[in-house]
Nanobody, 122 residues
């Protein structure tokens, strides 16, 4: 599966952005989907994940209550709605697909898209 993330940009603290990740190549619903991020000098970290059907969602503690992950298995797209953004949310955001398992570590993900930059100014 090929993944393409987009929707990043520059936003002021307290603002919102919605990231999208379009998938192509294989049946989208066979993949659990996740969003990860990597800030300069830091390791890539899990942000949010959604099950194949969309019925189960997981979030990092740092984004709970502010970010919402969703998916559209007809449009083959996964979304990340980010509200109440903080400067510490600044990072490159990646979408990733887990074909067989259900974990959310970077090592669990089988496919990665190119990232999209999110910059939150104070």
């Amino acid at each position: 599966v090929q993944l393409q993330a987009y929707g990043g940009g520059l936003v002021q603290a307290g603002g919102s952005l919605r990231l999208s990740c379009a998938a192509s190549g294989r049946t989208f619903s066979r993949y659990a989907m996740g969003w990860f991020r990597q800030a300069p000098g830091k390791e890539r970290e899990f942000v949010a994940g959604i099950s194949r059907s969309g019925s189960s969602k997981s979030y990092a503690d740092s984004v709970k209550g502010r970010f919402t992950i969703s998916r559209d298995n007809v449009q083959n797209t996964v979304y990340l709605q980010m509200n109440s953004l903080k400067p510490e949310d600044t990072a490159v955001y990646y979408c990733a697909a887990n074909e067989y398992g259900s974990g959310w570590s970077t090592g669990d993900m089988d496919y990665w898209g190119k990232g999209t930059q999110v910059t939150v100014s104070s």
